[in-house]
């Protein structure tokens, strides 16, 4: 059996409700206050059978006070019902609505030109030429126009054929494997507890499964399920559903927020947008504060990224919402003025960009780029952003658009094109791994020239390279470099090869034995020792540790006496924490301090007192200028 979900629409008292309870026999007015004052306020509800066809009937608030309501239903639509009552012809509200339904992606519009039993056969041909350049100008073409009336039943049965007609012509929907479904609709039922309804976007679900609301994360469990009042045991996309759920209250749940899938959609507040403005709106300037409509959820926004829109064009902008909102690529939305109220633009997300917070100008650089249909060419201007990506199914659907079943055609076309590299399960982009290695090549080349150390403390490499790669990016390239040769890495230095410092695999493992042995070592054996300890020639354990103190990992203190690096750096950092106890010490205050003899004591100060860690006053120390680390 198809399933079909209709949007009746229309400006207010122009029959809609009338025609729903004729199709149907449900009367959606179930509003006290809609009662007593005869409009729609809150959505309706209702569905109807056509041989083996299902239509669900959504009907919506007309009143411009209550846009935002019809806006949460129309989100999920397959085709409009726009009525127009003969008696009254095109009204504002009638302009406004069917503008939202082209905005919003629908394509398949029918004409309820209802009352026909309060005007005339002229006065009926004289609205449908003017619906036909109406609809014309709003992007509509050949509408289908049913004259009809919901008291003398005349015209219902053409309308219903109309509507078999349509759905027999809507496409499947797109299966995805992620549900989601935005809340419109919240109630407590005795004895049940909590009902949340709305129409299921994408994915399935089963009784029993375990979902999640977006806005507060709260895990909730499904119940029971279902659909247009009969019981069942899953729904799946398209569907108008409502789901008795646990782990929350009514008064918990509110219409803007959505059930997702645990673990696969996310809530952001700084997004990209292609925005259409309509023709008859006014120029935005920016940045501009509106009203945003996504899904069930209307929240303030800040645009942002241009200049201005202008009446009936196009741009790529960043939104930035007052509250997180679920969104994924290719997602329809509208921008509302808060003053003076109205429509003023439909728009499509690109992406969220919560954590890629960047300069506007690359931002929509991206989002230009994000906005062409090919899915490769989106999954490089991504990869191109971010330099190195490890993706999830759920990146690929739901910021890219790529449904799960067209990954890997994705990457492969991606890869083929050069731009991209998958290193097992990462993305990289060849065109930032190159950028990387050419700017580490630069600050090395410099580092050599104009110092006399040609060494580079790596991780102060990887900050100053960062502003060209993410720190993963530049770390692949390091590691790529040392693999080809380009690079020498000592511990935790790094240096341009050369001739210099050139060592083969044997002579490395030497040189880490020799650094080894000095390690945590306050008490550092001489160049002999270390030699018959590791049972290698004198000459070889020279040399390498000489190599070693010039990449910074040992210290010459002068006499044959090497220390390593970093145990200085804590006999420097004892030395600060005397001083601050004391002005003047005494090399038997320090000796104790470090816990050595005199034999060491006396060379560890000298090599302070050089570098200006110590200032010798008789037999006396004092902090010097360089007290808090080694020059």
């Known amino acids: 059996m198809s399933y079909t979900i209709v949007g009746v629409i229309g400006h207010i008292d122009h029959g809609k409700t009338s025609l729903v309870a004729a199709l149907t026999g449900v009367d959606t007015d179930t509003h006290p206050e809609e009662k007593r004052r005869g409009i729609t306020i809150d959505l309706g509800f209702a569905s109807f059978q056509e041989g083996e066809r299902q239509f669900a009937l959504i009907d919506a608030p007309g009143h411009q006070k209550y846009i935002g309501n019809l806006l949460a239903g129309v989100s999920g639509i397959d085709a409009g019902l726009l009525v127009v009552a ?93 549900f989601r479904m935005p809340v419109d609709r919240v109630f407590s039922m005795p004895g049940r507890g909590c009902v ?65 899938q645990p673990d696969a959609f996310s809530t952001a507040r700084h997004l990209l947008f292609e925005v259409r403005m309509f023709a008859d709106t006014p120029e935005l300037k920016c940045p501009a504060t509106v009203q945003l409509h996504v899904a069930a959820t209307a929240c303030s926004a800040r645009i942002t990224g241009v200049r201005k829109l202008s009446p009936g064009t196009s741009a790529v902008v960043v939104v930035e ?66 330099g190195l990506v490890q993706p999830t199914d759920p990146w690929f659907e739901l910021q890219l658009g790529i449904p799960v079943s067209q990954i890997d055609a994705a990457i492969s076309a991606a ?103 000095y390690e945590n070592n306050r008490t550092p054996p001489p160049l002999k020792d270390v030699a018959d300890s590791l049972q290698l020639p004198l000459e070889a354990v020279t040399s390498l540790s000489r190599f070693a103190v010039q990449t910074g990992l040992l210290l010459d203190l002068g006499s044959g006496l090497l220390l390593a690096a970093a145990v200085m750096d804590t006999l420097v950092a004892e030395l600060h924490e005397l001083f601050a106890d004391s002005a003047e010490l005494s090399v038997a205050d320090i000796r104790d301090k470090w816990q050595v003899t005199r034999k060491h004591a006396i060379p560890f100060l000298e090599y302070c007192d050089r570098n200006q860690i110590t200032v010798r006053q008789d037999n006396l120390r004092t902090a010097g200028s360089a007290s808090r680390g080694v020059s």
């Open 415 to 517: 890869v083929e094109s050069g731009r991209l590299l998958q290193l097992k399960d990462k993305l990289v982009s060849a065109t930032v791994i190159e950028r990387v290695r050419t700017r580490t090549i630069e600050l090395l080349t410099k580092q050599a020239d104009e110092q006399q150390d040609a060494w580079v403390v790596e991780e102060s490499a990887v900050r100053q390279l960062e502003v060209y790669g993410s720190e993963p990016v530049v770390r692949l390239v390091l590691n790529q470099l040392v693999s080809d040769g380009k690079l020498v890495r000592l511990g935790k230095v790094i240096a341009l090869a050369s001739d210099g410092n050139a060592l083969s695999k044997k002579q490395q493992k030497r040189m880490e034995q020799i650094v080894g042995v």
């Open 196 to 260: 949340i309804a709305g129409t299921v976007w994408s994915g399935t679900l089963k009784t029993g499964d375990n979902l999640q609301l977006a806005h507060s994360g709260t895990p909730v469990r499904v119940r029971e399920i279902e659909v247009h009042g009969t019981e069942v045991e899953t729904s799946k996309v398209g569907h108008r559903t409502a789901l008795n759920v646990t782990g929350v209250s009514a008064s918990e749940v509110h219409r803007g927020d959505e059930l997702i």
């Open 86 to 178: 003969c008696d009254q012809g095109i009204q504002e509200q009638t302009l406004e609505h069917a503008s939202i339904l082209q905005t919003l992606g629908v394509q398949r519009l029918i004409v309820a030109m209802s009352r026909i039993d309060l005007a005339d056969s002229a006065a009926q041909d004289e609205l449908a030429d003017e619906l036909d350049l109406f609809l014309d100008d709003c992007g509509f073409a050949d509408v289908p126009k049913i004259r009809l009336s919901s008291v003398t039943g005349e015209g219902m049965q053409d309308l219903k054929t109309k509507l078999c007609e349509f759905a027999d012509a809507v496409p499947a929907r797109e299966v995805s494997q992620f």
């Open 321 to 386: 919402t007052d509250t997180p909102v679920v969104a994924t690529h290719g997602q329809r939305c509208l921008f509302r003025l808060p003053y003076p109220v109205g429509t003023i633009a439909g728009g499509t997300v690109l992406a969220t960009i919560d954590g890629h917070v960047k300069r506007a100008r690359k931002l929509i650089e991206l989002g230009e780029q994000l906005a062409m249909l090919d899915p490769a060419e989106r999954l490089l201007e991504w990869v191109d952003f971010l």
